[in-house]
């Protein structure tokens, strides 16, 4: 999915990562937005991606980048191997979004992860109002042909951190290109929030 | 094209073998292809697997066909011999030049036969680190190779780890599953059971060991290929005939094509090598010389590398390449993988499998392009 909006999205997300971090970004894509953490953060990243032709952009690129699946391959992975980990547009087309979210917090010392907000008004007006599924910018595919199996709102996700004991240490707006230290559900976000960006750890 | 170079390494001190003796001012013979640049940065050793050999992109002096790896090795090929200076050796045990049973046992001027000793996959690469000290190379760019062409690379990987920038196992394991080592031993098997076998020494006899070596050749062969691309090229199709014949003729076209395979494989290869590079396969775990842990057996290794596997290898498959992987991974090493969708079975390193060239191409360019 090339959902991803790389002037906005990149930019925050480097913001999050420091400098000489190591990083993976699983479900990678053609591995821009390692290349772009590579030459403004001098990371050294890893990719994970499924789609095999994605895999070999990223080959090309000289991406350290292992063809594979979120929900089953981060069990490969040590204990905090990673100072990062990066999961966007993901987590809501994986079978088990719980564990996935438990093996990205295992093998990195912070995870940001982002997707898109079921809970967007827009998304509640065109369920309401013309009682179909909402196809959008972000969300781009009808129901019949998704590949995402487990869509979420931003306050869906607060409560599945909170189950998991996963603490959130900062929240994205990713239209204003804003970052803020998260205090709690957040009335604006859950509404206006097109897509849920957050920094997340467990120790 | 390049010629067939012999040089005599080991002259002044012999080679450990890990199996207890030596050897010294053994041959390797080899090819080269491309210049070694300025930096001598930019070499490529390539690793051949149980049969083959060094003739990798020029045609094979026995065979006349062309080299085993001439759609991966060559100008503008995926590793471009205008850009790579490639090195491929013939593995110590091997019959194409390099010592082994077939040669001349300096010490009492006879063929080494069965007296050959028994050699490891770690030996081939010590043999081979010789290689590449003569010929002046301090760093190799990348070391490549499928099958036992892939456990050569692991091993160097694990035994120098600091002459090897970056590294492409192919098709491989860490070492050989009961399986693996059971299609082997029936090969050696059929070998020995053949009376022209002589204990080995058939080098001056009217009578070799054909019909062994060529069933060894036939069982290894039906393991290189998949049931999907047997079913599909020869299904139960007859052999130039109608109907069946009632004998034990080759009545189906994968008899005659196995027989085939058998019959032109004697021509070029040595029944005892055969034996012997069988056996140093057996014998590979990379992890073996640090006590069976193969975290510490790649401890030191900071290359960067592409495994590659392929979805119908039923001989060294994805999960044995994933395996490696896994290891690389918990090192926080810089790895790839890639497992390309065929049903050309383990041969597949050896076809035309054009998403497998897209990988190697991309990953060697952009590793130098990052030198």
Redesign the interface.
């Known amino acids: 999915m090339s959902l991803i909006n790389e002037n906005k999205d990149f930019g925050v997300i480097a913001e999050l990562i420091p400098n000489n971090a ?1 990083v993976i970004d699983v479900g990678c894509n053609d591995g821009s937005l390692l290349e772009y953490l590579r030459e403004y953060k001098n990371i050294d990243g ?1 990719g994970m991606e499924i789609d ?1 032709k994605k ?2 952009l ?11 699946d979120a929900d089953t391959d981060l069990y ?3 204990d905090k ?1 990673f100072d990062y980990s990066i999961l966007t547009y993901t987590l809501q087309a994986t079978k088990s979004p719980k564990t996935v979210m438990q093996q990205l917090v295992r093998i990195s010392k912070k995870a940001i992860i982002s997707f898109p907000n079921f809970g967007h008004w827009k998304i509640g007006a065109s369920l309401l109002l013309n009682r179909k599924m909402p196809v959008s910018e972000k969300l781009s595919y009808s129901w019949h042909e998704t590949p995402n199996l487990h869509f979420c709102t931003i306050n869906d996700f607060i409560d599945l951190c909170e189950e998991l004991e996963i603490k959130i240490e900062k929240k994205g707006d990713l239209s204003n290109k804003k970052l803020s230290n998260f205090s709690g559900k957040n009335f604006l976000d859950s509404y206006f929030n097109e897509v849920g960006l957050f920094l997340v750890s467990k120790d | 094209m390049s010629e067939n170079k012999i040089v005599t390494l080991a002259e002044d001190e012999p080679l450990n073998l890990d199996g207890g003796g030596s050897l010294s001012k053994f041959k390797t013979a080899y090819t080269t292809y491309g210049k070694l640049n300025d930096k001598k940065n930019n070499s490529i050793l390539v690793c051949h697997a149980l049969t083959g050999d060094q003739y990798v992109a020029s045609d094979h002096p026995i065979t006349k066909k062309n080299g085993w790896w001439s759609m991966v090795v060559g100008p503008d090929k995926p590793i471009d011999t205008n850009k790579f200076f490639v090195i491929c050796p013939n593995v110590i045990g091997g019959c194409m030049g390099s010592t082994g049973p077939k040669e001349i046992n300096p010490e009492n001027g006879k063929e080494f036969a069965t007296d050959f000793p028994v050699i490891t996959i770690a030996d081939m690469v010590r043999a081979q680190k010789l290689l590449i000290d003569y010929l002046g190379i301090e760093k190799i760019f990348c070391v490549t190779g499928g099958s036992m062409g892939g456990m050569l690379v692991l091993e160097w990987l694990s035994k120098f780890p600091e002459m090897v920038h970056s590294a492409v196992p192919i098709a491989t394991a860490t070492n050989h599953s009961a399986q693996n080592i059971a299609l082997n031993e029936l090969a050696r098997q059929s070998i020995m059971a053949d009376p022209n076998w002589q204990s080995g020494n058939y080098y001056h006899s009217d009578k070799k060991p054909m019909k062994g070596l060529s069933v060894a050749r036939m069982a290894a062969h039906i393991s290189y290929l998949s049931k999907e691309a047997l079913q599909s090229k020869f299904g139960r199709n007859l052999q130039d005939k109608n109907s069946l014949d009632y004998s034990f003729d080759a009545d189906f076209q994968i008899e005659s094509y196995l027989r085939h395979q058998g019959f032109t494989f004697v021509d070029r290869f040595d029944a005892n090598s055969y034996l012997y590079i069988t056996r140093a396969m057996d014998y590979f775990d990379v992890s073996s010389a640090n006590n069976g842990s193969l975290i510490e057996a790649f401890k030191k290794t900071q290359s960067k590398i592409l495994c590659v596997s392929f979805t119908s290898d039923w001989l060294y498959p994805t999960s044995e390449n994933k395996k490696i992987v896994k290891v690389f991974n918990s090192l926080g090493l810089n790895v790839s993988f890639i497992e390309i969708e065929t049903e050309n079975g383990h041969d597949s390193f050896l076809l035309d499998e054009p998403k497998f060239f897209e990988a190697i191409k991309g990953f060697i360019n952009s590793t130098f392009e990052n030198l």
Request: proline content about 5%; aromatic content about 4%.
């Open positions: 190591s890893r095999q895999v070999q990223c080959l090309a690129k000289g991406i350290s980048v292992i063809e594979g490969d992975y040590p191997l």
